[in-house]
């Protein structure tokens, strides 16, 4: 079969190509449109499909609208249950009115595609299908899936068999943990449905003293669900504008309610594990993104192996929708082969790029090396290769990279991106000495968890240890990443250190880079020293030199 997943429905709209059970491409919306999460997630854009993402998918694969069997829509309007609490009914119903007419929207941005053979897949089966079918080796195994919110739930609890799922529980509204960390998110002066990372962030500069009162308020209900009631924030912490100065009540909050969402959770998978004794657990949904939580459920839960869906959030749901009915149809599915399911570009095309821009490049011997050698010297390096990432990380296809022994880096590319100083970066590490500096799940090719950083590197890279000792690590093999594998390998031979910052290519308020038009764009707008584009390098000294 060849099946489109299309997510449209709430934010980060995003579309995914599964070709006999193969996934062949996966993009988000924003990547095309440079519209940050691609829309605001509100009612009124629901209409809005994914159009220029969908159309490039179709692309890579050398198809047509009309090639397609099936179009996998992540959101199911009959399962909405009018009145229910937690839904603004005017809203609710014009949300419901647009996903019943998204076959007709996906026809007028897709010409030539059938609407008849649009099928809705509900929203939490579609994230869980992300998780347990695209995951590596046999996908059996519990998964465990908690966002916002879909149709009229914002949980699901099940396991897998044979590619089969049997769901065991599903939390409805109005009880939601996403809900509350977004309500939070906005409490503290940030986008809701957007920055809940910088909350997870502050949360390591306070205190969990508010800790008692939130487990007054949100706890788990022994029969796989949660009960969440409505919070009066400002009672504990005064709202904060969004350009107002965070305090200390503000880190404490957020950490009071990062460390109840952890033991919540923990109580969920306990409870899902004793039903199914299951070794494996697969993660989706927006608070999967939360990789303080996943590393707490990977110390102290019950599972030995615990695999996060890399786009776990809504953008995640396009691919597990075609996943789904990809393996209804009689596909049998395989594993995805990575997260750099997105766009890339031939020599060629980089160099007619770099030629229309006028900007001064060289080809060295070895871009790895030439990369090294500046990171050696404490430049910034704007890395741009290969096939972009899907989902929010950089994962050593657009990244900007930096020394991690020298501690004020974390300020200078806090500074390069516009972003808050209290946000860390992150460390790419060669698999095969990650686990002499990191304690934490290795391999964790992903930057879904957290890990400790051994005492004895601490000081050794201190550009990339959080305030609370840990890091976001990225390993790197070499057999998957060849090329970000060298570079690490040439930067260890001048410096001893098999460690890298990798933080996002982009600025603030911005998405990741995605062609090779937005890498000039953010190297020329950004203090950057050089940026590697394929084979390729331009120096910025070079370009002012002009």
């Known amino acids: ?38 829309k605001r997630p509100v009612a009124f854009s629901a209409w ?18 009309g090639d397609l069997d099936a179009v996998a829509y992540s959101y199911d309007p009959d399962l909405v249950e009018p009145g229910l609490d937690g839904h603004d009914e005017q809203w609710e119903r014009l949300r419901t009115l647009y996903a019943r007419r998204a076959p007709n929207f996906l026809a007028a941005a897709l010409p030539g595609l059938d609407p008849g053979i649009v099928r809705y897949v509900p929203h939490h089966v579609a994230h869980a299908a992300s998780a347990a079918l695209a995951a590596p080796r046999p996908c059996d195994g519990d998964v465990l899936v908690l966002d916002g919110r879909g149709e009229s739930h914002s949980h699901l609890a099940g396991t897998y068999a044979s590619g089969e799922l049997t769901p065991l529980h599903a939390q409805r509204l109005p009880h939601s943990l996403g ?3 977004e309500d939070l998110t906005e409490h503290l002066g940030f986008l809701r449905s957007s920055d809940e990372y910088k909350v997870m962030a502050l949360a390591s500069y306070g205190e969990p003293r508010f800790l008692d009162e939130l487990r007054e308020h949100v706890r788990a209900t022994g029969d796989g669900g949660f009960a969440v009631a409505p919070i009066d924030w400002g009672a504990l912490a ?13 880190a404490d909050l957020a950490a009071s309610v990062q460390a109840r ?78 997260a750099d399911l997105g766009r890339q570009w031939d020599e060629a095309s980089i160099a007619r790029r770099l030629d229309i821009a006028k900007v001064p490049y060289e080809r060295p011997p070895d871009v790895a090396a030439a990369v090294a ?24 296809h657009r990244s900007l990279l930096a020394h991690p022994g020298h501690a004020a880096n974390v300020e200078r590319l806090n500074d390069v991106k516009g972003r808050e100083q209290f946000r860390p970066i992150a460390p790419m590490v060669a698999l095969e000495h990650a686990a ?35 890091a976001r690590i990225q390993t790197v ?15 260890r031979l001048r410096t001893g250190l098999p460690v890298v910052v990798n933080t996002s290519l982009n600025t603030a308020g911005r998405p990741m880079v995605d062609d090779p038009r937005d890498a000039l764009e953010c190297f020329g707008s950004a203090p950057v020293d050089l940026l590697a584009i394929g084979p390729f390098v331009v120096r910025r000294r070079e370009v002012h030199a002009r």
Not at 5 to 15: C, K, S, V
Request: aromatic share 8%; net charge negative.
């Open 238 to 250: 005064k709202a904060r504008s969004s350009d107002g100065e965070w305090t200390r009540d503000h």
């Open 436 to 470: 002499e500096i990191f304690e934490g799940p290795i391999p964790s090719p992903y930057m879904l968890f957290v890990h400790r950083v051994r005492p004895e590197w601490r000081e050794r890279i201190p550009a990339v240890v959080h305030v609370d000792g840990t």
């Open 179 to 181: 809900l509350m960390y």
């Open 477 to 491: 093999a070499s057999g998957h990443e060849p090329l970000a594998a060298r570079l690490l390998e040439e930067f």
């Open 261 to 338: 969402l952890e033991e919540v959770l923990l109580d969920l998978v306990t409870w899902l594990h004793g039903r199914t004794g299951s070794r494996r657990l697969m993660l989706a949904g927006g608070v999967a993104l939360n990789c303080v939580a996943n590393s707490r459920l990977a110390a102290d839960g019950p599972y030995d192996d615990i695999w996060v869906q890399p786009a776990a959030g809504d953008s995640g749901t396009a691919l597990g929708a075609a996943l789904h009915l990809a393996h209804d149809g009689g596909d049998t599915v395989t594993a995805m082969p990575g």
């Open 1 to 38: 079969m060849r099946v489109l997943g299309i997510n449209a429905i709430f934010h980060d709209p995003a579309a995914a190509l599964v070709v006999d059970g193969t996934v062949v491409a996966a993009a988000e919306e924003e990547r095309f449109s440079r519209r940050k999460h691609g």
């Open 373 to 396: 050698e500046a990171l050696a010297r404490n430049e910034i390096v704007a890395w741009f290769q290969g096939r972009s990432e899907f989902g929010p990380r950089a994962l050593g």
């Open 48 to 65: 809005e499909p994914p159009e220029q993402a969908a159309r490039w998918c179709l692309e890579r694969a050398g198809l047509e609208p």
